[in-house]
């Protein structure tokens, strides 16, 4: 009988085993390379069974490949053996180098364990070296690192025996050969999955930036890309159609721009104070014929990649119509509808913009101030140490009277001559006029004409008042003229002319109808309120008008 020790043996197991280690590098798949390893070691290597346990990622051994039998392999591949069983395996019976052989002898023991298997019964050995069916022989494969890759097992050698030191070391390097083309494979497997993945994700990637170009050039409203910090911080990048459109500028030139350069100078605070992330503003943008558009921009920040440079995306909506609605129902509001003069509240709100609480005859001395901050705090049983209250230190600008009190505050105090003889001082002069006549032209002529008289009375006092000064109706027949910088004679000079312009006839529908004027001049100063001035006003015009005959007084 020939025996591997014989030269030409060893020379064509060397030949087979060459050309099974080529046809390893041949394969092109993970499960290829398993199904190779195992026809590789039955064609060969010279074994009738083959089979290789593969490590799954949760540490156990799934039988991956099978050649040899069909029948035992449609039974076992598939099944899974337990970590701990195959580690029990490698640590029993005879250790050959680098393989593992468990005899009969002590194999029957492994019987009952989870790792999947097939044998067949037969007789005992005849002579020592005599390959048993319940012998097992393990090749296990390791990776570069050291960790386990998988568990060759080989049965029933063709020769009948147990193999001798050369098929042992054959087997030894065929499962070192078999670990570098399954790791290969898996290497490739991996590198092909991460390819896949990555296209995927380019694909996607380039799918989303043809989303958002499309999104963000047929935008309905407005759209800008804009750099983000740097000296170039704001300067637009990017804008769509409906950006160009809105504000009359081609896509090139806008890139010359930040939206610094095209707000309007009113707005610039508002747009410095809004936020890059999630900030909104309301604000004008200039349009290229010289014009402001009411818009409202809303920012966001987004990245060219996860650690690349970021940019401000801004939404930009044209507001100009609600705008205009809104400036439409301020007007409303604030003014009568018919004469289109200021109404009452707004006088009231013009005129109470120019009082404070505190009377400009009484304001105190820069030592009184600081001492009245402080006078009584240590009675009132809330101050802390050193005499400053409990709860902070008191602001010195804080004074009795109000915000608007003491000897540092910027407020201009309207102060009043002190009397009707002009003596060079310089006031607030509030010039309340009533219309005589105006009833009996309502009763005679009706409301049609009464509206028309009003109207014309309204116009001739707005064009008899300097530009700053303001004429509101309050009500009725009753208009208040506000004229700042007057002193007594300017005011009685005022109230004459503007009684001139009213005297003269007023045309409605073909007729002629005439009304007088009787005025009340008062003075605003702080210390009172608007309506105390309106009344001190309104007194002063019903003694005007007591000190006038019904012959003076010019009527329809």
Known sequence: METESEPYVRLATLRQLHQVVAELNTARSLADTLQTVVDGIVVGLGYELACVNLV???GDLVVAAFAGDPS????????????????????MGESWDGLRFIPHTEGWVLIEDDVPQWHTDGPDPRFEDEWHPEDRLYAPMYASGGELLGVISVDRPRNGRRPGAWGREALQMYAFQAAIAISNARLRANMQRALVRLEREQQALRASEESFRQAFEYAPS???IAEMGGDQHGRLLRTNDALCR?????????RRYSFSDLVHPEDIGTLLRTSAEGGRAELRLGRRDGTYV??????????????????LLTHVEDIEERKRHELQLAHRASHDSLTG??????????LGARLCRR???VRASAVEALDAAFEGRPEDGIAGEHGFPADGFTDPFDLPGGADAGPYDHHVHTVAPATDIDDGTKGLAVLFCDLDGFKSINDRFGHHTGDAVLIEVARRLTTGVRDGDT??????????????GLGAADAADLAVRLRNAIIPPIRVDGRAVRVGASFGIGWASCGMSADEVLRSADQRMYIEKRSRSKAHRRAG
Do not use: K
Not at 72 to 91: D, K, P, Y
Not at 341 to 350: D, F, G, T, V
Not at 471 to 484: I, K, N, P, S, T
């Open 56 to 58: 799954r990622p949760d």
């Open 72 to 91: 035992a392999e449609a039974l076992i591949t598939g099944r899974v053996g337990s970590r701990a069983s195959w580690e029990r395996r490698l640590s």
């Open 222 to 224: 407005g759209m800008a």
């Open 246 to 254: 809105l504000l009359g500028r081609p896509a090139s030139v806008l």
């Open 294 to 311: 009411w818009v409202s921009l809303r920012n966001s920040v987004v990245a060219d990649a996860a650690d690349g440079p970021r940019f």
């Open 341 to 350: 003069l200021p109404n009452s509240a707004e006088l009231r709100a013009r």
């Open 359 to 361: 009377p400009q005859s």
């Open 471 to 484: 004429v509101a109706r309050l009500g009725g027949d009753e208009f208040v003229v506000l004229a700042d």
